[in-house]
């Protein structure tokens, strides 16, 4: 893999710094209110003050985000491997699983904050689980399912048992459906678990510190934990990257030469 | 040879599919078919005429509607239990997840063979298509051809009695075509597998074989078996031989009647 050099990052860091200038002007020469659209040196400002509460507030409600990515990943990959086993169990809960999906779950949060407790992180990480289980059993059974053909009739002329033809054949061909799930969950997760926390919970997460300030307009605080947010979403979209590098590495480069 | 026991033996072999429905296909037809020991039998004909089919009943991927099958005097689901032949399809078929030589240890692996035999198998064999040094590559890091010898490789790795081949070059160049033909001959002549190879090309099939079965479509079935006379080993003098024009033309011919005999029967019905 090569690594490209800074003029090809240049024009991102300059539209991001030319972002920021016109912003940062835009609210000056228009004073515009700070409840409305606070300046970025402000946020910056309010950042750096609030930065020890803010950062344990995100690394909670990251916490939630990663348990409940677990849970849901673990209960959508078993019952994948269900779906593939018993094609019955298949046509029975494949429609559903995607109808399910399209079911904005965060919906369920007061229900969850009823079943597990509003205080209770649990609420929060059984609504990410949720929200990842469906994205990531459909994911899976595709690449279980989506195998060449040829693959198989070749499995089958080697007389090979349908164990080896699962771990042969069916998983590696999974394994980046799984990690394209898990790139489309970590968005996800995040947005259930800070979401699910606008409806209430403990104080030190990243949700109820959002609306509390809001609330209380301290705007550029609530923004403040807002651009935390989103680093937070960058880094675990980036780290589940790196772990797909790792783990497979011959599937973007391989991707990379049909491409070429 | 007669007294020798068939590699293969074909008996009345239908392939009927949809069978008693709307669109019912006879795929194949009357399939009698003898294959000795040592044989390079290529199957040549139209598109839809079953040839790949024929492929596929005798490697038992798909059970013919009736008829016998039998390879190595068993019954062709038991010669597949017993791992007798290997498949080379049209597109390698390479497991991307896995390097060159790992990809010619899958079928030493099923078999349960150990790690060092495995990889010592594995050598000699990229050794024979001549891709010693990419043991450590993976699939897209090569071309279309060397992954047909790859293929090739990972084919007669366990060393099968019977190779059954699916248009293995039909995707590639006609030069490349060209250079993996004289190979598989001389992996032909060392191995002294017997091989089925399946083709649309009259010249390749005539330079590779030692038997050609001539196929028509819509039924499919044999319409004529030639023997092709031309010594081994064979080289580029062979191609640009009389003798081998001749035998092509024959094979086309054969080809013309067959799609010939066709035409007139469709005009009955009308």
């Known amino acids: 893999m090569k690594t ?7 024009p991102t860091i300059v539209v991001f710094f030319a972002v920021l200038a016109i912003w940062e002007g835009g609210v000056r020469v228009f004073n515009i209110q700070r409840f409305l659209l606070p300046a970025p040196s402000v946020i910056f400002t309010a950042f750096i003050d609030i930065f020890p509460r803010l950062i344990s507030s995100a690394l909670y409600t990251f916490r939630g ?17 269900t779906t593939v086993r018993f094609a019955l169990i298949r046509e029975g809960l494949l429609p559903f699983a995607i109808a399910a999906n399209s079911v904005p779950i965060i919906a369920f949060a007061p229900i969850m904050n009823n079943w597990f407790g509003l205080t209770n992180q649990l609420s929060k990480i059984m609504i990410v689980a949720v929200i990842v289980v469906f994205p990531m059993m459909i994911n899976v059974a595709r690449g279980l399912v989506l195998v060449e053909p040829a693959k198989l009739e070749l499995m089958r002329s080697y007389a090979a048992t349908p164990l080896e033809v699962l771990l042969k054949v069916r998983i590696p061909n999974a394994l980046p459906f799984f990690f394209n799930a898990l790139k489309i969950c970590s968005t996800l997760s995040l947005i259930g678990a800070i979401v699910s926390e606008y409806f209430g919970g403990p104080r030190g997460t990243l949700g109820v510190f959002i609306t509390q300030e809001a609330a209380l307009f301290k705007f550029a605080n609530a923004w403040a934990a807002i651009i935390i947010s989103a680093i937070l979403g960058m880094l675990f979209y980036v780290l589940i990257l790196l772990l797909e590098r790792v783990s497979i590495p011959w599937h973007a480069s391989a991707q990379n030469a049909n491409e070429a | 040879m007669a007294s020798q026991q068939p590699v293969v033996s074909l008996k009345g072999v239908n392939q009927i599919f949809g069978n008693g429905s709307q669109n019912q296909t006879i795929a194949l037809k009357d399939i009698e078919l003898d294959i000795q020991p040592g044989e390079f039998i290529s199957l040549i004909g139209p598109s839809g005429c079953g040839k790949s089919t024929l492929l596929r009943v005798v490697g038992d991927l798909i059970q013919p ?14 010669a597949r239990l017993d791992r007798d032949y290997g498949m080379v399809f049209q597109s390698p078929v390479l497991f991307e997840w896995r390097t060159v030589q790992h990809n010619v240890e899958l079928p030493l692996e099923v078999l349960k ?9 594995a050598r000699e064999m990229l050794e024979l298509v001549e891709l010693s040094q990419f043991l450590k590559h993976h699939p897209w890091q090569l071309s279309g051809g060397m992954q047909q010898r790859v293929a090739i490789a990972r084919a007669l790795a366990f060393k099968p009695p019977l190779l059954l081949m699916d ?3 039909g995707a590639l160049d006609e030069i490349t075509r060209e250079r993996l033909n004289d190979e598989l001959l001389k992996i032909w002549a060392r191995t002294k597998t017997t091989i089925i190879f399946v083709t649309h090309s009259i010249s390749e099939a005539v330079f590779l074989s030692s038997r050609i079965v001539v196929m028509s479509a819509r039924p499919g079935r044999i319409t004529k078996l030639i023997n092709i006379d031309l010594p081994y080993p064979r080289d580029i003098a062979t191609r640009e031989s009389r003798r081998f024009f001749e035998l092509a033309t024959e094979v086309r011919e054969a080809l013309r009647a067959g799609e010939a005999s066709r035409a007139g029967e469709s005009e009955k019905l009308h």
């Open chain 1, 4 to 10: 490209k050099g800074f003029q090809y990052y240049l």
């Open chain 1, 65 to 81: 985000a990663v348990l409940g990515m677990l849970i849901g990943s673990i209960a959508g990959i078993l019952l994948a491997f």
């Open chain 2, 65 to 78: 509607t009736n008829g016998d099958v039998r390879v190595n005097g068993k019954p062709a689901p038991q």
């Open chain 2, 113 to 121: 063979i150990n790690k060092a035999e495995r990889e010592r198998r």
């Open chain 2, 167 to 169: 248009e293995p070059f």
